[in-house]
């Protein structure tokens, strides 16, 4: 808990773009890619920075034991924590992109599956025209099976119902 504060309200985050631009922090790694095309595969660790003692050190590949989070610009809706300035932004860009005139919208192709809410869609579209990004967990690799990732909340997958608006039941 005292990491989620710290990322969003420090001093340091005030004044760093990239955590002034925090919606929120995600617990759990996705499985899939939004689109449901390709498997996520979590960026590998960032080389490490030289040194002031050894300004000459070449810089070394991270390793995998050692996975950081990273900043995704993709929201979660399986567990994740929005903060509630950007989460009440949402909720003004909705109203006012549903009050909108559809024929005057550019029509779009769907880019998130229909195993996710329909409130994704217009989450994504708020944090690319905003730049928000949300803050993913990396773990170190295991050997459990490839269907279920680490994560820092319990995700119950085998209770998964597709999102009521997609329902195809009477």
């Known amino acids: 808990m005292y990491q989620l504060l710290e990322y969003r309200y420090s001093s ?4 760093t773009p990239p955590f002034q631009n925090l919606m ?12 449901d095309s390709t ?11 030289k040194t002031a003692e050894d300004p ?3 810089p070394t590949e991270g390793s995998a034991e050692d996975p950081t989070s990273f900043l995704w610009q993709a929201p979660n809706s399986n ?12 909720h003004s860009f909705l109203t006012s992109r549903l009050a909108s005139d559809p024929s005057k919208q550019p029509g779009r192709r769907k880019e998130i599956s229909e195993l996710y809410p329909a409130w994704l869609e217009y989450l ?8 928000y990004t949300m803050l993913y967990p990396n ?32």
Do not use: C
């Not at 340091?12 to 004044?15: G, H, M, T, V």
């Not at 567990?79 to 950007?86: E, I, N, P, V």
């Not at 994504?124 to 730049?131: F, K, S, T």
């Open 139 to 170: 773990f170190p690799s295991s050997s459990s099976s490839s269907t279920s990732r680490p994560a820092i909340a319990t995700l119950h997958y085998e209770l998964f119902r597709p999102p009521e608006e997609y329902d195809s039941r009477p």
């Open 24 to 35: 929120g922090v995600s617990l759990e790694l996705p499985y899939m890619h939004l689109n």
């Open 39 to 49: 498997i996520f595969s979590p960026p590998p660790p960032s080389p490490s920075r």
């Open 56 to 58: 000459d050190e070449e």
């Open 124 to 131: 994504q579209e708020l944090m690319r025209a905003r730049g």
């Open 12 to 15: 340091y985050a005030q004044e």
């Open 79 to 90: 567990a994740a924590l929005y903060f509630g300035d950007k989460w009440v932004e949402f």
